[in-house]
């Protein structure tokens, strides 16, 4: 018995998730594979010459360091929202972000970065975290929000947000 599958009412569109893989090549120089879903970036090495180690009874050759991991995990929301973004300058946020270590690393090719995408209200917020393992992406996104939330949100005017 042969199985068809229909699909109705498409919506061809620009998305979010497509506008976050652009900006990911964009920013890395990176590749995407849909087939095995995979994302590559070129990852330059300076190979140092092997050190050799002389000694009375033995030479030795120092192992080299194993190359970078040239595939990245990347954790992004498209719609973070505070109400207490839009009484912050942008140049104060980006300058929190700086002092607690949220940022991009371009030599790297890892790190933290944001889409300001209501340029009106300001309230809204697009966040990507790239890192070579899953593990530290996930860790990092959940400790951006944290801090972000804790910097922008004083006692007395805790705000709305979505960063639960």
């Not at 620009?14 to 964009?26: G, I, R």
């Not at 009375?56 to 360091?65: C, L």
């Not at 980006?94 to 995408?117: N, P, W, Y």
Request: some cysteine; hydrophobic content about 35%.
């Amino acid at each position: 018995m042969e199985q068809v599958l229909w699909a109705v009412d498409l919506k061809l569109t620009h998305s979010d998730s497509l506008a976050q893989m652009k900006l990911m090549k964009y920013v890395t120089n990176g590749t995407f594979d849909p087939e095995r879903s995979i994302f590559q970036v070129p990852v330059t090495v300076n190979k140092p010459e092997p050190t050799l180690t002389i000694s009375r009874r033995r030479k030795t050759i120092v192992q080299e360091e194993p190359p970078p991991n040239p595939y990245r995990y990347a954790i992004f929301s498209s719609r973070l929202q505070h109400s207490n973004l839009s009484v912050i300058h942008y140049s104060v946020f980006f300058q929190m972000c700086r002092a607690h270590g949220i940022g991009f690393d371009m030599k790297e090719k890892a790190g933290t970065i944001f889409c300001l995408v209501d340029s009106y209200k300001k309230e809204f917020l697009t966040m990507m975290v790239m890192s070579d393992d899953l593990q530290g992406s996930l860790s990092t996104f959940a400790r951006n929000l944290s801090v972000i939330h804790q910097e922008i949100s004083a006692p007395n005017m805790q705000g709305r947000s979505n960063f639960h």
